[in-house]
């Protein structure tokens, strides 16, 4: 048995034909930026996350970086987790802004909102949650604390595709509560979220891409002319932005997979089922924990033991491939030594960090494949 930690080929195999038809109609048509195929996506995923306004750019990093650029001034700060990639930190330096970092929930591994009210100083100006592996972060209580301090709310649903949170909707100033109990998906729950379509994503284009939706007409037009060097009209330049233009190729992709997301983010969900019921009787393994107000994506499937590192040699050994998503928290990393955090200032963090290892998932991971897993798991534990 040889388990990969995910399979884009099976993929491509089941969507090939159409993926090809509108690869080559984009090469017939020469409108290799921008263009119909971005506009057809951007039309469809700003209906696919119940958003007003979708705007294709070139990085998921970009759209994080432009959504916070929308709304913050240079020197402000914006509330943060460090269990995430890099990106999401690296966008707040690059909007003019300073990170601050708030510990975790040990269940979701999400942004506490008990913790980040102390966070708040009369600098902040906007909260980025990250829906982390897939789930939700707790929205209502950020959104509150938002309102009610006056701050932005920019979701990091780099890794959310399609993940749904039960509760209220925020419209810019104000909190709109629908009292009837409905599911809304990542991406129109604050005033813009970030999405990135980077392959490994449970949307993921054939190259970079990501892109910002929003429900806020001035944020759609600020994005909307920073990719294309803040310009209004060509040559007609409003203010500097930059090139993060999505290219054409990678819209035609995204129409294309679109179509298939639902159905291959149940199929995670069932995988993910499958791994929680056998890992259930195995001591030593912490499972994921779908909190009762997510629809939890599983673009990872993480899962905390002790001695992580040397589950993942011995796993590579039976060919089964695991990741660690992340291996240090950023607020320890050199990068950040700026910012003056040590070792301690977030606990949950630093523990959760030191025990997680990410097991393989995607769609077509088949349940002979997870039962094999589970088995080399069991069998890692008991040579403890
Ligand atoms: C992938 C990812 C990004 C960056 O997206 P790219 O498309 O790779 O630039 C940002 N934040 C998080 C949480 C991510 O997982």
């Known amino acids: 048995m040889h388990v990969n930690f995910i399979d884009l080929k099976k993929q ?58 929308a709304v913050i001034e240079p020197g402000d700060e914006v509330i943060t987790t460090a269990n995430t990639f890099i990106a999401t930190t690296e966008a707040i330096t690059a909007a003019g802004g300073k990170p601050v970092f708030v510990d975790i929930e040990e269940t979701s591994y999400n942004i ?4 980040i009210e102390a966070a708040i100083t009369n600098k902040t100006r906007a909260i980025m949650p990250i829906h982390l592996f ?51 998906k990542c991406g129109c729950l604050g005033d813009a979220a970030a999405f990135s379509f980077y392959p490994g994503k449970n949307l993921g284009a054939y190259g970079e891409a990501g892109a910002i939706t929003t429900n806020n007409p001035a944020i759609d037009k600020f994005v909307r002319m920073y990719r294309d060097h803040g310009s209004s009209e060509k040559y007609i330049h409003e ?12 819209g035609a992709v995204l129409n294309v997979k679109l179509k298939h997301l639902d159905q291959w983010t149940n199929m995670r969900r069932k995988n993910a089922n499958y791994y929680n019921q056998l890992l259930s009787a195995v001591d030593g393994v912490i499972a994921p924990q779908e909190m009762s107000y997510a629809k939890h ?42 910012l003056g955090y040590k070792k301690g200032d977030l606990p949950v963090t630093e523990k959760v960090m030191q025990e997680i290892i990410s097991l393989p998932m995607y769609p077509e991971l088949e349940h002979s494949e997870i039962e094999f897993v589970v088995e080399m798991i069991k069998k890692f534990i008991k040579t403890r």
């Open 12 to 69: 491509y195999a089941q969507i090939k034909e159409d993926v090809d038809e509108e690869l080559r109609q984009v090469c017939e048509s020469c409108k290799f930026v921008l263009g119909p195929k971005v506009e057809a996506f951007e039309q469809a995923f700003a209906a696919y996350t119940g958003s007003k306004f979708c705007i294709g750019l070139n990085s998921g990093t970009s759209a994080d970086q432009v959504a916070l650029k």
């Open 112 to 115: 506490d909102p008990q913790k």
């Open 134 to 184: 897939g789930q939700p972060a707790d929205m209502d209580r950020i959104l509150e604390l938002a309102r009610d301090n006056n701050l932005y709310v920019i979701e990091d649903a780099a890794q959310a595709h399609g993940a749904a949170y039960k509760g209220r909707y925020f419209k810019s100033e104000e909190l709109v509560s629908l009292n009837a109990p409905q599911w809304r």
């Open 239 to 250: 203010f500097e932005g930059h090139n993060m233009r999505m290219a054409a190729f990678q």
């Open 297 to 338: 994506v599983y673009h990872l499937y993480v899962v905390r033991v002790n001695q992580r590192e040397q589950l993942q040699n011995f796993l590579k050994d039976q060919n089964v491939f695991t990741g660690f998503h992340y291996k240090y928290p950023l607020h320890l990393q050199k990068a950040y030594q700026y």
